[in-house]
């Protein structure tokens, strides 16, 4: 499976604004597709938003959308996902995912994954 690697996470007041970064390692297909999920303290992992390689598809979830972007370096082999308006409410590990073919936003249909980053937004 592909590795992917986190980073651009830290501690941030509301109202401020962190962009991600996932760097894919190792060999990925023509046609591959990332997202963004995070997963809070007792809760289940949810999705944030996906993007692919190919095509037009990018996109965020409601619960973030007009507050965070999902966007793609081909060149660089990149995704990023900035996130700005943060609130305490958006605190949560948040990892990269991958999988091959087009975007999801179910966790169960990604099985490549990084580590983790994590966003924590004070109050």
């Known amino acids: 499976q592909v590795q992917l690697v986190e980073s651009g996470g830290g501690l941030v007041q509301a109202g401020g604004s962190l962009r991600l970064t996932c760097v894919p390692s190792g060999r990925t297909l023509s046609y591959y597709a990332m997202g963004w999920f995070r997963q809070a303290p007792g809760k289940e992992r949810e ?17 973030v959308k007009g507050r965070f972007t999902i966007s793609r370096d081909s060149a660089k082999n990149t995704v990023y996902l900035q996130m700005n308006s943060l609130k305490p409410e958006d605190t949560a590990v ?19 994954w990084g580590q983790g980053t994590q966003v924590t937004v004070s109050s």
């Open 47 to 63: 999705f944030v938003g996906a993007t692919s390689w190919s095509g037009g598809s990018s996109y965020v979830a409601d619960s």
């Open 94 to 112: 948040y990892y990269c995912a991958g999988r091959r073919g087009s975007t999801s936003r179910s966790k169960d249909e990604y099985f490549d």
